[in-house]
């Protein structure tokens, strides 16, 4: 099986909050990321968390890390059209290439 | 600051071609790598490399070499181009810290 996890599309009205949901086995690992891709560009670093918190608010992102279940979720309150891209979920251990393995990537699809 | 610079942005390529993606990035990181984007299959690791002179494969290597002779440049290359590589290619890089950038991108079209 995968080693992250995201479901494939997503679809919220302007205004709601968003939740991207991800999993991941490697319970080595050390930082879990969010990134977002807009059409036609590259990757960009929304936020990370370490493994060792709860929880990491940034403005309208907050990042929620159950460690035991291996689950991180991606909440986005009051979602705009601007907030429509691919959300990918990352991990990466401690230790050896430091090369984080990526999600397949969640597709939010914002509309009025 | 240019960050990480991959040319060309898009390319099209005859089936046996061969070609180089190009990758350099300014902020004197150690390690770098090479994805592939495709639907549904979200990035995939060709090849990356820990610093100068060090390279390893990542999950889909096949059909792709790559050299670290700079701590700057990390080119791509595809020896004999196929409709299967047409596909999407991102360059990244990160130093001690923990954010990787990426590059903007290469659209590759293999006919």
């Known amino acids: 099986g995968e080693d992250v996890e995201q479901s494939l599309f997503l679809s919220v009205r302007e205004g709601d909050s968003s939740v991207i949901n991800c999993t991941y086995t490697d319970s080595s690992s050390t930082y879990l990321y969010w990134y977002k891709q807009e059409p036609g560009a590259g990757l960009q670093l929304l936020t990370y968390?370490?493994?060792?918190?709860d929880m990491k608010q940034d403005q309208r992102l907050t990042v929620l890390l159950n460690k035991k279940d291996k689950h991180l979720s991606l909440r986005i309150a009051d979602t705009q059209t601007g907030d429509s891209a691919i959300y990918f979920c990352a991990e990466r251990a401690s230790g050896g290439s430091y090369i984080p393995t990526f999600g397949r990537g969640t597709s939010l699809i914002v509309h009025p | 600051n240019a960050g990480v610079t991959q040319t060309p942005k898009f390319q099209v390529l005859k089936t046996g071609q061969s070609m180089t993606l190009q990758c350099a990035q300014d902020m004197n990181h150690e390690y770098m790598s090479w994805y592939r984007q495709d639907p549904g299959m979200g990035l995939r690791l060709i090849h990356y490399s820990v610093g100068a002179g060090i390279t390893d494969q990542g999950e889909v290597p096949n059909g792709y070499n790559v050299s670290r002779s700079t701590t700057e440049d990390f080119p791509l290359r595809l020896l004999s181009a196929a409709p299967s590589q047409t596909s999407v290619y991102f360059c990244?890089?990160?130093?001690?810290?923990?954010?990787?950038?990426f590059g903007e991108g290469s659209w590759l079209t293999v006919v």
């Open positions: 990244a890089s990160r130093g001690t810290g923990n954010t990787i950038y």
């Open positions: 968390i370490f493994s060792n918190m």
